[in-house]
């Protein structure tokens, strides 16, 4: 009896390890890597490619902040309600943006991105990827390169678009929170709290034709860093413009350099966002993890993630923090305009040093 029952559990033992062992085996790729599926072996020499020549040796630079902003237009072009009427309402994340450069960067909320369009061509031509899988793929990588980002997901075997998103899909930031909460609650149900986790790309971001007089002008004091201070910053108080005044889509800044957008004034002090919007103050933790949630929503938009190939253990590993959170030299708690009234603002020391000026990117 003892016997039989020490049989069966080896028996059972093996199984346990044979089946943890189809779980956790790897396919070694031809250029030595591993990861979790071949077919995510191609995306080894794109992403060497794209580090080296577009992201200039692997910097948390413009063309970071560029991709990134290119993997939002493509994918929120996507309206299940403009469908609803019988017309095309887009394909989310499909490429159709790059795909028919020609008639999407015409629309005004794609002002500029035709640029990172034209710096990513010829690597789509020169790898075996699709168009819509090239766009989230750089993107993702780009991000990686920023110190205290998250490891964010990556799918491929999105098929490309055939016809152009619509117009009028992509927010402008002078559109009110009601519309930007309505039109991301159509493209993917994306609640408040999400839009505000989507907005945490603006740490590492910057904006050219707000103001075209000051091309390259960042929307918080650490535009290479991924970290708190753009939700510290777009609650302090706006004193000035850093370029002309006057601009549309743009509202006054506390600093010198650093420009604000009218959306994000408003979503950090509305009612249904801004306590969320406080709670990424100081929690480097939230910061990560609702991005990465927000962002895996996002770049699967238009498609049946059962569908698609997780190929996310490409993705290298971020650099650590490399900041805390604080007030720029010259300005404390004073000059925040709570808009949180359950909670109040966190404690934060000032910068030492002179006045905060924002150089560009």
């Known amino acids: 009896m003892a016997f039989r029952n020490l049989a069966t559990f080896i028996s059972i033992l093996a199984a346990l390890q044979v089946t943890n062992g189809a779980v956790t085996r790897r396919v070694t790729c031809a250029d030595g890597h591993t990861t979790a599926d071949a077919a995510c072996c191609a995306l080894f020499p794109v992403l060497d490619d794209i580090q080296a020549n577009l992201f200039d040796g692997g910097e948390c630079g413009e063309d970071v902040h560029e991709s990134l902003r290119l993997t939002f237009h493509d994918a929120i072009g996507i309206s299940p309600k403009i469908a609803a009427t019988g017309v095309f309402g887009g394909g989310g994340a499909d490429g159709s943006i790059a795909i028919f450069e020609d008639i999407e960067t015409n629309f005004h909320a794609n002002l500029g991105v035709d640029e990172i369009i034209d710096e990513q061509k010829p690597f789509i031509a020169r790898h075996n990827i699709s168009t819509a899988d090239f766009i989230q793929f750089a993107g993702a990588i780009g991000v990686s390169n920023c110190p205290g980002a998250p490891r964010l997901d990556v799918f491929v075997g999105r098929k490309d678009a055939t016809q152009p998103a619509p117009d009028l899909t992509v927010p402008e930031p002078f559109d009110d929170v009601s519309s930007i909460l309505q039109r991301f609650a159509d493209a993917g149900r994306f609640t408040p709290a999400e839009v505000v986790a989507l907005l945490v790309s603006h740490t590492v971001a910057a904006a050219d034709h707000v103001d075209p007089t000051i091309p390259g002008t960042p929307f918080d004091s650490t535009p290479e860093l991924w970290d708190s201070q753009f939700f510290i910053e777009t609650q302090l108080r706006g004193t000035l413009f850093p370029g002309t005044a006057g601009n549309q889509g743009e509202t006054q800044s506390p600093l010198a350099g650093e420009l604000r957008l009218q959306s994000d004034f408003e979503l950090a002090r509305d009612a249904r966002t801004a306590c969320e919007w406080q709670s990424f103050v100081n929690n480097q933790a939230k910061i990560q993890s609702a991005f990465k949630a927000a962002f895996r929503k996002m770049t699967v938009l238009g498609h049946n993630v059962r569908d698609l190939v997780d190929c996310s253990d490409v993705v290298p590993i971020p650099p650590p923090p490399a900041s805390a959170a ?25 910068d030492p040093g002179p006045v905060t000026s924002v150089p560009p990117v």
Not at 326 to 336: E, S
Not at 340 to 345: D, E, I, K, M, Q
């Open 326 to 350: 604080h007030f720029p030299a010259g300005l404390t708690h004073r000059d925040v305009e709570q808009a949180c009234r359950a909670t109040p603002f966190p404690t934060l020391p000032t």
